[in-house]
């Protein structure tokens, strides 16, 4: 059986005892002594409104996802947690996924004065201070068709300790199963001319997906200031993607496709992330050195990346209730243009709204400009809570002078407005 | 929400939690107002102080001037720190859209708090800033600073007399925020005589017209010490908007693990 099977039994199986069951509560049984069943529904649809660049693109979509979970925890503290995500897509079988984002043993205790942490299974792990991207970020590979933003992440299989003291937090991962990064499929938008075949994946290391990954990462707070210093050595999220063209047994252009195939090196990555918290003021740094990654053109080029900025709250705005807040950051890499993202020479500008009325509404403006390309992207999202339980997520993405040498020219026609409706339980 | 030595939560609480005993601060000798109502607020702090750790739940009802209503749930824990700063914990319950968000506050006596927000949907922790004062407490009628800091020294004080309130007897103090960012420009509390519980504030905006009100009500008797207020309940007047806190659970005392007030413990939080 294969591991989605497997997957998709189980859920099917939670979701039948959450029916029966209270969600949250004692039990009487004697070794589980604290259980919470909880998750949400969430129907989306994304229109992009400009015709597709690309033979087999649609312009609509919709999607379903439920993420049943469940938390149960002994008497000593020991917890075990899973948490599901199903999501159902009308229009590109590549956006259909079954994972577990969360599924994992929580053991504590102490050692003298420090405590120690062991998570055992999937789980996610975030690093990092900025918003505009997530560069130190690596533990988790990126969901990208959930989002073009690659906020969202799959879980992943980990050992992960944490010790804690006066001292600070140091954390120890083993990382036994790699993860592919998910891309948009042939009816898929927000992709290249071509499509990226995850079928045909490749590994430079001979374990493939099973390389056991390492990352280790010490972080601390002193006074305003709040610094992490990571290292990952192993499988890297970010595949290089190389164009493969593939013809049949007789030489005919008719039987030819050409696809990109996802190549997985091993890379040993360095990362820095450091913020300075003041009145109003949120100071940020996120830096990585990586080694051992192909850039842009295939040739391996090691480099460095930072991203730099703040953001500036001014609260209860003209004796309103509302916050206003400003962002801005700069991204830079060392190999600029021949950089496999699009962060090589970017500037995010920002602004972040909260009402704090009785909905929780709250709403973003951004955007991202290429200094080199011109590319200039902008993306607007507003939230707010129509009852107890439900909520709704706008989204606008809206591409505008795409240089024709940006990498995200083949996408230039791929602007899209989503709209969310979510229901937790 | 500068949180100092006192403790957050209780400080609201407290203002109107007093134990028995000792003489009233309002005797009579001859002194200014400004310090007979700096010895009810000296009073008031002493007697609440050294309750040990604390742990409640709390509804929230927020209406409209229209009626309508909206609730939220979230729970408190504090963990006193003998010769330092207390730690406090917010986990939100409901609405289900901020479900398992947290905030872990590490209080300093001399500087700014230490403020870290739990994100769950990205786990992400995230050091947050401590300068928002006169905000709005989740979109209720109560801002950062009414459940939060009412450190005595980062107010000025003046006794205004004494008048009747129900069967009791109760002296009216102004205090008057020295913090800049602070929503008021004076705030006047109702202490009843006998046992020092606060039973009314009036809040007073930048321009001194009347902003809000606070009544408290049903008072019990935690620890044979310290009296808490059931339920508070704040009418925006500007507005005509209102929420009522109710209290539920409300432990004093409680063992509490240290470890869940860090950074580590913040993304394990139930």
Known sequence: MSPGSVLRRSLSGLVLVALVYPTTGRTDDSLIDYHEFYGTFSVESRWFPDSPAHAGQRDTDASFVAEPSLYLETADGTSFTLETLLRYDNTDAERNLADLREAYLLLLGLIGEDEWELRLGYDHVFWGVAESRHLVDIVNQTDLVANPNEEVKLGQPMAHLTLSGEWGVAELFALPWHRS???????????????????????????AERHLDLAA???????????????????????????????????????????LAPLYEQIRQFGLDLQMTTEGWLLKLEAIRRTGASNLFGRKEDFTAFVAGGEYTFYSVLESDIDVGLLAEWNRDSRLLRASNVFQNDVFLGSRLAFNDIEGTDLFFGVLADLDTGTRSFNVQMNRRLDDSLSLHLEGSLLENVGEDDPVHASRRDSFISVNLTYGF | MTYMKQSPVPALLLAGMMCLGAGSPAVAEEVSAE????????????????????????????????????????????????????????????????????????TNRDESDDIWLFLPALERVKRISSSNRSGSFMGSEFAYEDITDQVIEKFTYRYLGDEPCGDLVCTVIERVSLEEDSGYSRQLIWHDTEEYRSWKVEFYDRRNDLLKTLTATDYELHLERFWYAGQQSMVNHRTGKSTVMSWVDLQLGVELDERDFTRTGLKRLR
């Open chain 1, 217 to 259: 990462r010490y972080s601390q707070s002193f006074g305003p200031f709040d610094i992490g210093v990571s290292v990952f050595d192993g499988t890297s999220r970010e595949p290089y993607l190389e164009p493969v063209l593939e013809c049949g047994p007789v030489p005919d252009p008719a039987l030819c496709r050409v696809f």
């Open chain 2, 35 to 106: 310090e007979r109502g700096l010895r009810i607020a000296l009073e008031a702090r002493e007697r609440s102080e050294g309750f040990g750790n604390f742990s409640a739940s709390l509804t929230m009802v927020l209406r409209t001037k229209q009626g309508q209503e909206t609730e939220r749930h979230l729970r408190i824990k504090i963990l006193e720190v003998i010769d330092g700063g207390d730690k406090t914990i917010f986990i939100f319950d409901e609405p289900r859209d901020v479900r398992g968000t947290a905030f872990l506050i590490h």
């Open chain 1, 181 to 207: 990064r998910t891309y948009p499929g042939r009816h898929g938008r927000l992709r290249g001319a071509f499509v990226v075949d995850n079928g045909r994946e490749r590994y430079e290391s001979a374990a």
